[in-house]
């Protein structure tokens, strides 16, 4: 079956194991939930522009809160992340794929149909009204009756097992198959962060997948794990629920740390300063990353000693990350500096997540935060270090490989126009929500009297999020003017450190006809430069013949074992037939690895 697949056309990229192909699926899945979670954003900025609005009702805008925080979230920042670990790890280690290419397969797929899951509550008209944190008992079958909460529990399972998946895979692929002479200190250090990523999704995944599975149980079979009427405890969920929380906080964060220190050392010609301090402090953020999740409780009680503990522990991860903050600006302190729409964003990272961490160090004071808890404050905090962070990060990893993912340049008009609409819309979006928290609006209110004094702050972030809008279909129409008329760019394009830049754009299916060996870090740069900065001729890869070169077969059982799963989760949702539909997904499933099991190697 696999043999006969062809190697063109929409079935060859439905069947693809290829890393790369499985990345830039990643990335337009992800970009296209970029816009729905935009949209959301746009339909609730628009409620709140003005007093006692009406554009949406209570019910809708409690919805539009709920899915955009978990599409942003899951659906959005992880797997663009996931397409920079598809497209980059083997390539920046030197290897010729991810250890399990079929498996790596499987978790896109169960990522893409378990999205399409958690957003097909809106077309039974069932959208989620809880928060995108679901505390109990907001989430239970009292106060949400319909099956709007089961599509999100189980959406949020399925995506989270191909997150799963796909970390196991990645873990392995570092640890095990990097080329000769790369050491994991001469690891690119967004290899590092990758892999402390992936460990901390191993750690984290597993416990909100356990409370998920107790709030299905609790909606579906009756039980009472978070019922006090049935001896469950409320609390319990936001325990569960914030253990797995804050180390996300570090998942969607730590890729765009390390895209972000690839960009700034290549953009300012010198190498990262203090690279083996930045190694450590990623490995700080992710062992710390664990220990202050109560934060996000000081109000509900803790005691003084918990308070006392997870306020320290909160003040301690500041020192890591400040590391790394001192770093990256050290990185560019008298470098060549190129101010390309990549490093522009790469910049922007540093100084938005700056302010951002500021306000985080705020609320590791159990009093500051007391204030804070529930209010805008807290809005314009972690959208700072997500939105100003992670995203702002990200869209510069996407103008830095674009030529290496198509061979072609963005246009860096069109970037640098983009760059100054997200950063005037951002700061005007969000910075105003800091005061808006002071003056006491609270989070996740639909409509406010105009005698509140927050009439002209809300008018002013509307307006913002109108700007970043205009800022985001400027993306769309460059990334696919791009895509057709896009400058032609060279295999190494920007003078790049690591190995991904050796190799022709866009790689070769095998990507290294030969695979790599290194004696340093950097060492691409040092084998294109003398001591003393002299360009040299680097060593060319050999010619080879592909037919030569064993590759993985495409297979379509990744997709089809993906689908069954999510349909035995989608029968918990179908309030009619539900059991027939579970039973289908079973036995596509059962199937599926029956095909897989046997299919040629």
């Given at each position: 079956?696999?043999?006969?697949?062809?190697?063109?056309?929409?079935?060859?990229?439905?069947?693809?194991?290829?890393?790369?192909?499985?990345?830039?699926?990643?990335?337009?899945?992800?970009?296209?939930?970029?816009?729905?979670?935009?949209?959301?954003?746009?339909?609730?900025?628009?409620?709140?522009?003005?007093?006692?609005?009406?554009?949406?009702?209570?019910?809708?805008?409690?919805g539009l809160v709920t899915m955009h925080g978990t599409t942003m979230i899951?659906?959005?920042?992880?797997?663009?992340?996931?397409?920079?670990?598809?497209?980059?790890?083997?390539?920046?280690?030197?290897?010729?794929?991810?250890?399990?290419?079929?498996?790596?397969?499987?978790?896109?797929?169960?990522?893409?149909?378990?999205?399409?899951?958690?957003?097909?509550?809106?077309?039974?008209?069932?959208?989620?009204?809880?928060?995108?944190?679901?505390?109990?008992?907001?989430?239970?079958?009292?106060?949400?009756?319909?099956?709007?909460?089961?599509?999100?529990?189980?959406?949020?399972?399925?995506?989270?097992?191909?997150?799963?998946?796909?970390?196991?895979?990645?873990?392995?692929?570092?640890?095990?198959?990097?080329?000769?002479?790369?050491?994991?200190?001469?690891?690119?250090?967004?290899?590092?962060?990758?892999?402390?990523?992936?460990?901390?999704?191993?750690?984290?995944?597993?416990?909100?997948?356990?409370?998920?599975?107790?709030?299905?149980?609790?909606?579906?079979?009756?039980?009472?794990?978070?019922?006090?009427?049935?001896?469950?405890?409320?609390?319990?969920?936001?325990?569960?629920?914030?253990?797995?929380?804050?180390?996300?906080?570090?998942?969607?964060?730590?890729?765009?740390?390390?895209?972000?220190?690839?960009?700034?050392?290549?953009?300012?010609?010198?190498?990262?300063?203090?690279?083996?301090?930045?190694?450590?402090?990623?490995?700080?953020?992710?062992?710390?990353?664990?220990?202050?999740?109560?934060?996000?409780?000081?109000?509900?009680?803790?005691?003084?000693?918990?308070?006392?503990?997870?306020?320290?522990?909160?003040?301690?991860?500041?020192?890591?990350?400040?590391?790394?903050?001192?770093?990256?600006?050290?990185?560019?302190?008298?470098?060549?500096?190129?101010?390309?729409?990549?490093?522009?964003?790469?910049?922007?990272?540093?100084?938005?997540?700056?302010?951002?961490?500021?306000?985080?160090?705020?609320?590791?004071s159990p009093v500051i935060d007391t204030q804070h808890q529930d209010t805008?404050?807290?809005?314009?905090?972690?959208?700072?270090?997500?939105?100003?962070?992670?995203?702002?990060?990200?869209?510069?990893?996407?103008?830095?490989?674009?030529?290496?993912?198509?061979g072609k340049f963005m246009n860096e008009l069109m970037g640098k126009a983009?760059?100054?609409?997200?950063?005037?819309?951002?700061?005007?979006?969000?910075?105003?929500?800091?005061?808006?928290?002071?003056?006491?609006?609270?989070?996740?209110?639909?409509?406010?009297?105009?005698?509140?004094?927050?009439?002209?702050?809300?008018?002013?972030?509307?307006?913002?999020?109108?700007?970043?809008?205009?800022?985001?279909?400027?993306?769309?129409?460059?990334?696919?003017?791009?895509?057709?008329?896009?400058?032609?760019?060279?295999?190494?394009?920007?003078?790049?450190?690591?190995?991904?830049?050796?190799?022709?754009?866009?790689?070769?299916?095998?990507?290294?006809?030969?695979?790599?060996?290194?004696?340093?870090?950097?060492?691409?740069?040092?084998?294109?430069?003398?001591?003393?900065?002299?360009?040299?001729?680097?060593?060319?890869?050999?010619?080879?013949?592909?037919?030569?070169?064993?590759?993985?077969?495409?297979?379509?059982?990744?997709?089809?074992?993906?689908?069954?799963?999510?349909?035995?989760?989608?029968?918990?949702?179908?309030?009619?037939?539900?059991?027939?539909?579970?039973?289908?997904?079973?036995?596509?499933?059962?199937?599926?690895?029956?095909?897989?099991?046997?299919?040629?190697?």
């Amino acid at each position: 079956m696999a043999k006969n697949l062809p190697k063109t056309g929409i079935i060859s990229w439905l069947t693809t194991v290829d890393h790369k192909r499985i990345g830039i699926m990643y990335a337009l899945s992800s970009l296209f939930f970029l816009i729905i979670g935009g949209i959301d954003a746009l339909l609730m900025r628009t409620q709140l522009m003005v007093p006692n609005n009406t554009v949406v009702t209570g019910d809708i805008f409690n919805g539009l809160v709920t899915m955009h925080g978990t599409t942003m979230i899951f659906l959005v920042v992880m797997p663009l992340s996931a397409a920079f670990f598809n497209f980059l790890v083997p390539l920046q280690i030197g290897a010729a794929d991810v250890a399990f290419p079929r498996l790596n397969s499987l978790s896109f797929w169960i990522f893409f149909f378990g999205g399409c899951l958690l957003n097909a509550s809106y077309l039974v008209q069932q959208i989620p009204a809880m928060g995108w944190f679901a505390y109990a008992n907001l989430s239970s079958k009292q106060f949400n009756p319909t099956h709007s909460v089961d599509f999100w529990a189980l959406g949020v399972q399925v995506v989270g097992l191909a997150s799963l998946i796909a970390a196991i895979n990645f873990f392995v692929t570092i640890i095990n198959m990097r080329c000769k002479g790369m050491t994991l200190l001469k690891m690119p250090l967004f290899i590092w962060t990758t892999l402390v990523t992936q460990v901390l999704l191993i750690l984290s995944l597993p416990v909100i997948t356990v409370a998920l599975v107790m709030l299905s149980f609790d909606r579906t079979f009756g039980t009472g794990f978070f019922n006090p009427s049935q001896g469950g405890q409320v609390i319990m969920w936001q325990h569960l629920f914030w253990v797995f929380g804050h180390p996300e906080v570090y998942i969607l964060i730590l890729p765009a740390m390390g895209i972000v220190s690839e960009i700034l050392s290549t953009f300012a010609k010198k190498p990262l300063f203090g690279y083996t301090v930045m190694v450590y402090s990623s490995c700080a953020i992710g062992f710390l990353g664990f220990a202050v999740w109560a934060h996000h409780m000081f109000t509900t009680g803790l005691g003084v000693w918990a308070t006392a503990l997870f306020s320290a522990a909160t003040m301690l991860i500041a020192v890591p990350t400040g590391v790394k903050i001192f770093n990256w600006i050290s990185t560019l302190w008298g470098g060549k500096i190129r101010f390309t729409t990549a490093s522009m964003f790469a910049i922007s990272f540093v100084a938005m997540f700056t302010l951002g961490g500021l306000s985080g160090i705020m609320h590791s004071s159990p009093v500051i935060d007391t204030q804070h808890q529930d209010t805008y404050f807290v809005v314009a905090h972690f959208h700072y270090v997500l939105y100003g962070g992670a995203v702002m990060g990200l869209f510069g990893g996407i103008f830095y490989w674009f030529p290496k993912v198509t061979g072609k340049f963005m246009n860096e008009l069109m970037g640098k126009a983009q760059f100054w609409l997200y950063m005037v819309g951002f700061n005007l979006t969000f910075f105003p929500m800091h005061f808006l928290g002071l003056e006491g609006m609270p989070r996740r209110i639909y409509t406010y009297a105009p005698d509140m004094n927050w009439n002209f702050w809300n008018f002013c972030a509307t307006m913002g999020a109108y700007v970043t809008a205009i800022g985001g279909i400027l993306f769309f129409v460059n990334f696919f003017w791009s895509l057709k008329f896009g400058a032609k760019a060279g295999n190494d394009p920007w003078d790049g450190r690591t190995l991904e830049w050796s190799i022709p754009s866009p790689p070769p299916e095998y990507n290294f006809a030969k695979l790599p060996e290194v004696t340093q870090l950097d060492d691409w740069w040092y084998k294109k430069y003398t001591h003393d900065g002299k360009r040299l001729n680097p060593p060319s890869q050999p010619v080879v013949d592909p037919k030569t070169i064993h590759l993985p077969h495409q297979s379509f059982w990744p997709m089809v074992l993906a689908f069954g799963i999510t349909m035995i989760a989608t029968g918990f949702c179908v309030p009619s037939s539900g059991v027939f539909v579970s039973l289908i997904g079973l036995a596509i499933t059962m199937a599926s690895t029956y095909g897989w099991a046997y299919e040629e190697p």
